[in-house]
């Protein structure tokens, strides 16, 4: 027998889903407060999963160009968080994920996503880190 089908998974589960209107009013925040013009936070949709086995915090979904064709919408993106390692950080480690998810975004805000690229001109981790700087600035300036 093959090594890998070992390891598949005998037992399955079903992922819920539901809505995380605290999560979009995060985001509206974030997007107003830290100047991420490129993001139209009202076509950003929130949602908040369980029972699912991935080893991220959050993710995000981007609306294909043939489904806003067929379906006739505009660019729309989905950030999902997981709820069992998401709900448990604190709210700054929150704000830096979606922060992260936020980068995924491209410019043109059309229904596609910035891969993890790490060299040249397009370093997706470098604009991580500038975003969550300005992030730590703004906190600062609340603080004072």
């Known amino acids: 027998m093959p090594k890998y ?3 598949s998974r005998t037992k399955t589960r079903g992922i819920e889903w539901q809505k995380a209107p605290d999560v979009d009013k995060k985001i509206k925040l974030l997007v ?4 991420i013009s490129w993001v139209d936070s009202s076509r950003i949709i ?8 991935t080893l991220a915090y959050a993710r995000i979904w981007g609306l294909a160009r043939i489904w806003q064709l067929a379906l006739g919408l505009k660019p729309n993106y989905i950030i999902e968080v997981i709820s069992e390692k998401f709900d448990r950080l604190e709210s700054s480690e929150k704000d830096k994920v979606l922060l992260h998810e936020l980068t995924h975004i491209p410019k043109n805000f059309s229904g596609s996503l910035v891969p ?4 040249g001109k397009r370093n997706f981790h470098r ?3 500038e975003l969550i700087r300005q992030y730590l600035a703004y906190k600062r300036r609340l603080s004072k």
């Open 46 to 53: 929130s949602f908040r999963s369980r029972g699912t086995s």
């Open 116 to 119: 993890h690229i790490r060299r």
């Open 5 to 7: 089908l070992r390891y």
């Open 32 to 35: 107003e407060n830290l100047n």
């Open 127 to 129: 604009k991580v880190d």
